[in-house]
């Protein structure tokens, strides 16, 4: 296993002692969204995602795990890197079993779902989750969960309404975009994971007057 | 990825400027932590199968040296060596150090087979056998949860983990802060324990001195972000002498610096060098000092007295003979 996939495991350890209240998160979405299998997608992604990816955060702000990080035989770099694959493997779990739900949810309602639809949700999906990620994750690494628990949540949510509105999107208006939508996905995440390392560095130039080692 | 080969044993690479027979060297480390406080000049080294004692007050830069040894911290200027590297030396190195806090810094909500199934990964040399056999040792139940551990089984199981993955060098961070007399005895016949083996090497932060009495080969006494005196335990004593008098007997003289003076209505008592308790007039009562006379009455001290002086006179001399410890 590589560093990063070490990285990711530890991520998913970290939150899995609150795997119900996840679950339970992901249950109020679909029940949410039910009704509307074309938005549920996209929701369940940017929501459920934008909490689970920044939960280990959460926890090691709480039990003081970057003390952990730092003396694991881990490189700083495969640990920043390893909250990006975790987010990811998040994305790929979510997008595919809330896919799944809303073409059998579709098909109860005898709602339209077609293939193209489910390539286009799921090109716009991975465009929210790689904007909130992309936005989250430096925020999250420079300063820490509590202090940007809320902003890290209603920053990419404000851009991403934002761009929706402006651009007047929707699911038939976005189908052009697709390969737009998937590169300029990886292209962000790419970008926040640079922007993630130099973040990192300040903050462990700046992480001084501590009492004790975390 | 990079990770995997660095994590691998053969990676390590020596570095040609070290020495192999050091745990660790501090030399002339500074590092700058905030406007009001920064580690300045620190100097001091430990050889492989010892246990350093490093005493201070709350807020005298134990914690920050050890961030700087541990690579955790960006230094300033100087240079450290540990486990035959220059830091910050390969990933791998972490596999040879064992972190102990007073706490565990864990999830809260992981049961200590949990533990075991997440830390497993990151250490080639893990040994679940041994781990479930320490934490039996230890009394700890392996269905327990870390938030349900006391702070002394705390303390065991990160000394557990430390010691599954077969660490070289245990960094203890203040762990007997809190704990229990019984506890604390406990904790001392463990790192005796991990020191039979001669490659093996502690690093003990604390401010209860007595923890020091028992197990500290050799020991460095910081205030204010400096070392104030360090080499083996018996130098440190010998370089200070208690000196006790009437309200008057204990006034400034040329040449002698007292050092963290308490004075009441009837009496007075200070810390001086040695070589400076000849100066004082001949009602002062000279007494050998304890460890924790030398660190009360350091700690004390006016921060910015003469630091520079203390620094200098703190260096360990190359020729200082070696401790009396258990590998001597």
């Given at each position: 296993?590589?560093?990063?996939a ?11 002692p609150y ?11 679909v ?14 992604v940017?929501?459920?995602t934008?909490?689970?990816a920044?939960?280990?955060f ?5 039990a003081?795990l970057?003390t ?10 495969s ?5 990006y ?6 994305f790929?779990?979510?997008?595919s ?8 949810l579709a ?6 779902f ?10 716009l ?5 790689a ?8 925020l ?11 902003l ?6 404000a ?8 651009l007047h999107?929707t699911v ?10 998937w590169?300029?996905g ?11 390392t ?8 700046s992480s001084?007057p501590a009492?004790?080692?975390? | 990825?990079?990770?995997?080969q ?11 400027p ?11 480390v500074?590092?700058?932590v905030?406007?009001n406080?920064?580690?300045?000049d620190?100097?001091?080294e430990l ?13 005298a ?5 050890i ?5 955790i ?15 910050p ?19 809260s ?6 533990v075991e ?6 250490y ?10 320490l934490?039996?040792?230890f009394?700890l139940d392996l269905?327990?949860?870390?938030k ?8 065991k ?6 010691l599954s993955?077969r660490a070289?060098l245990l960094?203890?961070?203040?762990p ?11 904790l ?20 209860i001195?007595?923890d ?11 205030h204010?972000g400096?070392v104030?005196q360090?080499g ?12 006790r ?13 007292l050092i963290?003076?308490r ?6 008592q ?24 030398i ?7 006016d921060?910015?007295r ?9 260096r ?13």
């Amino acid at each position: 296993m590589t560093a990063v996939a070490r990285m990711a495991m530890l991520n998913l350890r970290t939150v899995a002692p609150y795997r119900y209240q996840g679950f339970l998160v992901f249950a109020l979405g679909v029940l949410l969204f039910a009704g509307k299998p074309t938005v549920l997608v996209p929701a369940l992604v940017f929501f459920f995602t934008s909490q689970f990816a920044s939960y280990p955060f959460n926890v090691a702000d709480k039990a003081g795990l970057d003390t952990l990080y730092a003396v694991l035989p881990l490189p700083r770099r495969s640990m920043l890197y390893g909250h990006y694959a975790w987010a990811i493997a998040l994305f790929v779990a979510t997008a595919s079993v809330s896919t799944v739900l809303a073409v059998l949810l579709a098909r109860a309602q005898t709602v339209p779902f077609s293939g193209r639809t489910v390539m286009t949700v799921l090109a716009l999906s991975w465009a929210l989750f790689a904007v909130n990620v992309a936005i989250q994750l430096p925020l999250l690494i420079r300063f820490g969960y509590t202090r940007v628990s809320v902003l890290g949540t209603a920053l990419p949510l404000a851009v991403v309404l934002g761009t929706v509105y402006k651009l007047h999107l929707t699911v038939p208006s976005t189908q052009v975009w697709l390969p737009v939508l998937w590169i300029a996905g990886a292209v962000a995440l790419m970008a926040s994971a640079a922007i993630a390392t130099t973040a990192d560095r300040r903050r462990m130039r700046s992480s001084g007057p501590a009492p004790k080692i975390h | 990825m990079t990770g995997l080969q660095l994590s691998s044993a053969p990676e390590i690479r020596k570095d040609p400027p070290v020495s192999t027979d050091l745990a660790f060297a501090l030399r002339g480390v500074g590092s700058a932590v905030s406007d009001n406080f920064a580690l300045r000049d620190v100097s001091f080294e430990l050889p492989t199968g010892y246990v350093m004692g490093l005493i201070g007050a709350n807020g005298a830069g134990k914690t920050t040296t050890i961030r700087c040894l541990l690579g955790i911290r960006p230094i300033d200027t100087g240079e450290i060596e540990l486990l035959g590297h220059l830091v910050p030396g390969p990933v791998a190195l972490r596999q040879e150090i064992g972190v102990v806090l007073d706490h565990a810094f864990l999830v809260s909500d992981w049961r200590l087979t949990e533990v075991e199934r997440t830390l497993r990964p990151f250490y080639d040399r893990w040994d679940g056998a041994r781990y479930r056999q320490l934490l039996d040792e230890f009394g700890l139940d392996l269905r327990a949860k870390v938030k349900d551990l006391s702070r002394g089984m705390s303390v065991k199981l990160m000394i557990a983990v430390a010691l599954s993955h077969r660490a070289r060098l245990l960094v203890f961070d203040e762990p007997t802060s809190g704990l229990d007399p019984v506890t604390r005895d406990e904790l001392a016949g463990i790192i005796g324990d991990f020191l039979l083996d001669e490659g093996h090497s502690v690093l003990f932060s604390t401010h209860i001195t007595s923890d020091l009495d028992r197990i500290g080969d050799y020991l460095t006494l910081m205030h204010n972000g400096r070392v104030v005196q360090t080499g083996t335990k018996d130098e440190v004593l010998d370089a200070y002498r208690v000196v006790r008098g009437g309200p008057d007997d204990l006034r400034e003289c040329v040449g002698v610096q007292l050092i963290g003076i308490r004075r009441t209505s009837t009496a007075a008592q200070a810390l001086v060098r040695t070589s400076e308790a000849d100066l004082l007039g001949g009602n002062v009562l000279v007494e050998i000092p304890t460890l924790e006379d030398i660190a009360i009455h350091v700690g004390a001290r006016d921060p910015q007295r003469n630091p520079d002086r203390d620094a200098g006179a703190g260096r360990r001399q190359p020729d200082s003979p070696m401790p009396t410890g258990r590998n001597a």
